[in-house]
């Protein structure tokens, strides 16, 4: 161990978007900024990569759903060179026979769906309507600091304000809402809707990224859950270059501040003196030494891996083992010499989110599938081509595919190594039979199966949400009560993942939070 | 004489392990492998007893018996009073071996215990115990029990109750390796004035010097004999904890050695009557451990069971101490405190009550000869027990009516028996 290493005023480890954000906050007010990261890029899952040279696609995530107006302006990342290439990225829900669905966002293009499905037109009116309501009741406690767990005062304070603005939404709000809570999205949407595929991308949305079919009690809530997610952001927009872009623009930011970053540096240990965090130790046995340090790892890994069980009491270090998150997402990106085309959808679509989930009977399969170790014989998926909207990706004329695949799972029967070529054949052939053409195009492509998000990555179990979207594991109880407001029982260590509130998505809000919950501390504040 | 025909060696009964070729498919097989063995579930059995059952119950001329942690204890083997004189007139012998018995082990099995128990162990010596308290996140007693140092790496801890799942589930990132040696260790206790001079005279060594919560390794009878100067009694007292084969005959020799001088085997009963006089809370009986306690007042921290419990605060984490540092200096609202009852006759009571108000209940009760007077342990509310004026609801049973009265109760301010031998070094060898 090299002792006498340089000090800095905080260390953030991990340089994923959350970790980036919570950098760039801390650089502002706490001086001395280093952010470890151990890969050779910038940015996480929200990242660029490319596929072959001069052709770039979005690693893992690929949209910007939730990403708050207020991070985005106060660390001036249109001046440190975020743009859009895309804003209010439409969905449609691709049909087989070439019919699609776009949901839509105003009143022209209501015209258009009403048409197309009669009898749907009101219900989904009526759907949406009372989705923002309830996403309404709990989208403002998304943007703040959870409550405390020993103070029963702020837990009441906390769904006293909920309860308030569900009571001047009307009578039945509440009771809307006690209803929708443990609903499952699947009943719901049979009881509103006659169209197979509507209730089929709808049911897609509300449980992606989960490993639960949509017929599982609570799914209606993480529709309602990601309506709220979404009210935290200015509309699914896309970025230009890619995610990687706004890695980038935060980067940017945290170095305008005189923050330091440092690729290739892998923490193995989180160092303890006096009861108090004093640094952390690389890979390579340099020690750095910071009163402060903030971790956008997995909780799991930061806290039984970096710090260590050892250092924190039973109960808390109990409430972690057990919180093993599983992905159930797949990612492949794929290189075309062509534009692609899918049969019946106008061009102005192409470049919108297309869902290929039928019904919800094969959203059902999927994840009956999935949950036996193994994938649908046709996938059901999300697929955007970035490269429509925004030409640096690919060389012109060419594109990329970029496909999120749902249902997958990380332990596949037989193995990874044995399935893989099985499974990336599944998703051409699925994507073939809507966009012809599209296999014999295909000139190079990547696949991420969960093991291989874990590993390249770092997203324990390969989960993009770092531990389910659940009721139970929301607000303050994420990850795990015990360290459900960010700071760990151990004074200046703090968690600001994905792993905690509010949970997975390009949000940042984890990270932004995580320095209100640390200056919160500073100011004696409870 | 063709090869053929030449005389086959005899092949062996039991063929040796050595002979046997694993790439022969035709050797000849042990049947026993494959025979079918009945798999015996853990814990099948709940009606234990213990290594010494057989020599006690020799013992036994009353067939009074009693459960203690699941094993089948003599309660009173002669008679109380006749038990009782010889603890504090000469000795007295009891089998302990119920106790469980925890062996902690491992390169981090120091700073696995750190964190485990509230008081710092870091000056405990090779040999040596101490009392720890175990506590959990809200700084709410688990147990408590004896923490013996074995040697650099290796310790014991003696409690009460059970406490398995709660070491294992705080082993994690501790190289350590914890046993319930429960049962592969006979405990008897020795206890009383002349219990230093029982162990001379059974032909102990140097045992005067051997200084309280001090242990060595003795021979006795030709076993070897983990001798500490431990018990619950308040007096002079020695425990010995041996493997459970040699268990029956450390206590035969015991017996055959200390008769003379006026040493009697005992049960349980005394041993509740002594910890009871020298003021000694027991898990499960006086205090709840914090798991097992539904209502969460009965979960009490340690200050309000112990007087002065050890707790250290700055040696470093453990569990519970968040919640302890932060309540250092509240007193507890309950207490577990010792009593004393006005009335000879013996009772039977459970609530105590302060100008009408039910404030508390007695946990363990007896008539202390040392006092002469009936004595309780108790729970009650802090601020009563500081009042005074208590009455406890006592039951008389005459003939076969019951009468309920309420007698006047005054908190003990020491305990009933705590005499100043049991520390004395070198231990005295006559009373």
């Not at chain 1, 980036?20 to 001086?31: N, Q, S």
């Not at chain 1, 290929?356 to 994840?367: F, M, Q, T, V």
């Not at chain 2, 206890?191 to 005067?208: E, K, R, T, Y």
């Amino acid at each position: 161990m090299v002792t006498g290493g340089t000090k800095y005023d905080a260390i953030v480890i991990g340089a994923g978007h959350n970790g980036l954000v919570a950098a760039a906050r801390l650089a502002r007010t706490h001086g001395r900024v280093l952010v470890l990261e151990a890969g050779d890029r910038l940015g996480g899952a929200a990242a660029t990569s490319e596929i072959v040279p001069d052709y770039r696609a979005p690693a893992v995530a690929h949209l910007l759903e939730g990403f708050p107006r207020r991070i985005e302006r106060e660390l001036k990342l249109a001046r440190h060179g975020l743009r859009y290439a895309a804003r209010d990225v439409p969905t449609v829900a691709l049909d087989r026979d070439g019919d699609h669905i776009a949901l839509p966002r105003n009143r022209r293009e209501y015209a258009a769906f009403s048409k197309r499905l009669p009898k749907d037109a009101e219900a989904y009116r009526e759907r949406v309507a009372l989705l923002r309501a309830q996403a309404d009741l709990i989208a403002p406690l998304l943007g703040e600091l959870p409550p405390r767990h020993d103070d029963p005062g702020s837990l009441k304070r906390f769904l006293r304000r909920a309860v308030l603005r569900a009571e001047w939404q009307g009578r039945s709000a509440l009771r809307k809402l006690m209803q929708t809570l443990p609903e499952s999205i699947g009943d719901r949407l049979d009881a509103e809707f006659e169209s197979p595929l509507l209730k089929g991308v709808l049911a897609f949305d509300a449980t992606l990224g989960g490993g639960e079919g949509p017929y599982a009690p609570g799914t209606s809530f993480r529709a309602v859950w990601r309506e709220a997610i979404r009210m935290q952001g200015q509309g699914v927009r896309q970025p230009v270059g890619g995610m990687g872009a706004l890695a980038d623009a935060l980067a940017a930011a945290v170095e305008a501040q005189q923050g330091e970053i440092r690729l290739g540096a892998r923490a193995v240990r989180i160092l303890v003196e006096n009861d108090a965090v004093a640094g952390v130790e690389l890979s390579d046995g340099a020690v750095l030494h910071a009163p402060l340090v903030v971790s956008a790892l997995n909780p799991r890994v930061t806290m039984l891996g970096l710090l260590g069980a050892a250092r924190l009491e039973t109960e808390a270090a109990l409430e972690l083992r057990f919180a093993a998150p599983a992905g159930s997402t797949a990612k492949i990106n794929l290189a075309l010499e062509s534009t692609p085309v899918f049969s019946g959808l106008a061009p102005e679509l192409h470049g919108a989110r297309l869902v290929i989930a039928p019904s919800l009977h094969e959203l059902d399969e999927a994840a009956a599938e999935c949950r036996d170790g193994g994938f649908a014989s046709e996938p059901v998926m999300e697929i955007l081509v970035p490269s429509l909207a925004d030409a640096s990706l690919a060389p012109e004329g060419h594109h990329i595919l970029s496909i999120i695949v749902h249902n997958v799972p990380f332990d596949v029967e037989g193995g990874w190594e044995a399935k893989r070529e099985t499974f990336v054949q599944k998703v051409v052939r699925t994507v073939d039979a809507y966009a012809p053409g599209t296999a014999d195009a295909m000139i190079a492509g990547e696949i991420l199966t969960p093991p291989d998000i874990e590993r390249k990555y770092g997203l324990a179990g390969g989960d993009w949400h770092q531990g389910d979207l659940r009721l139970d594991r929301l607000f303050g109880f994420r990850p795990s009560p015990a360290f459900g407001r960010y700071e760990a029982p151990v004074p200046g260590l703090y968690l600001c993942g994905a792993g905690s509130h509010p949970g997975g998505g390009v949000t940042g809000l984890p990270g932004w939070l995580a320095v209100e919950a640390i200056g919160a501390a500073k100011g004696g504040e409870r | 004489m063709t090869p053929d025909t030449a005389p086959q060696k005899e092949e062996p009964v039991e063929p040796n392990r050595k002979d046997i070729d694993p790439q022969d498919e035709q050797a000849a097989v042990d049947p026993a492998l494959f025979e079918e063995k009945p798999i015996a579930p853990p814990f099948e059995r709940t009606v234990l007893t213990t290594p010494l059952h057989l020599v006690t119950s020799l013992e036994s001329r009353t067939n009074r018996w009693t459960d203690w942690n699941g094993y089948t204890v003599p309660e009173v083997l002669t008679g109380l009073g006749d038990e009782y004189r010889a603890l504090r007139g000469a000795a007295a012998l009891m089998d302990v071996s119920p106790l469980v018995k925890y062996r902690i082990a491992g390169r981090d099995a120091f700073a696995f215990l750190q964190r485990l128990v509230t008081r710092d162990i870091e000056n405990l010596g090779v040999h040596r115990a101490v009392h720890v308290i175990l506590c959990e996140s809200r700084g709410l007693v688990l147990g408590d029990g004896l923490l013996f140092r074995l040697a650099d790496d290796d310790y014991r801890l003696v409690t009460e109750e059970t406490h398995l799942a709660w070491l294992m589930d705080s082993s994690e990132g501790f190289r350590v390796r914890i046993e319930d040696v429960s049962a592969t260790l006979g405990t008897l206790s020795l206890q009383g004035p002349l219990s230093a001079f029982v162990l001379m005279q059974a032909g102990v060594g140097d045992v005067a010097s051997l200084a309280p919560f001090a242990a060595r390794w003795v021979t006795i009878a030709g076993m070897p004999v983990y001798l500490s100067r431990t018990g619950a009694s308040g007096d002079l007292g020695y425990e010995l904890w041996s493997d459970a084969e040699d268990a029956p005959h450390v206590w035969r020799w015991l017996v055959e050695c200390g008769g003379p001088l006026g040493l009697r085997a005992a049960g349980f009963a005394l041993r509740e009557l002594a910890r009871l006089e020298a003021g000694l809370p027991r898990a499960g009986q006086d205090y709840l451990s914090a798991f097992a306690a539904i209502d969460a007042r009965e979960a009490l921290p340690p200050a309000a069971i112990w007087a002065s419990p050890a707790i250290d605060l700055d040696k470093g984490l453990f569990n519970g101490r968040a919640v302890l540092r932060r309540g250092s200096d509240e007193p507890p609202a309950r207490r577990v405190v010792s009593l004393a009852i006005e009335g000879l006759e013996p009772l039977r009571f459970s609530t105590l009550s302060l100008e009408g108000r039910v404030v508390g209940a007695a946990t363990s009760t007896g008539f202390s000869p040392a006092l002469g007077a009936n004595i309780a342990l108790a729970v009650i509310d802090a601020e009563a027990a500081a009042a005074g004026a208590l009455l406890a609801a006592a039951e008389r049973r005459d003939g076969l009516s019951v009468r309920e009265t309420l007698a006047s109760v005054r908190v003990l301010a020491k305990p009933a028996r705590a005499h100043a031998r049991r520390f004395a070094v070198p231990a005295p060898l006559r009373p």
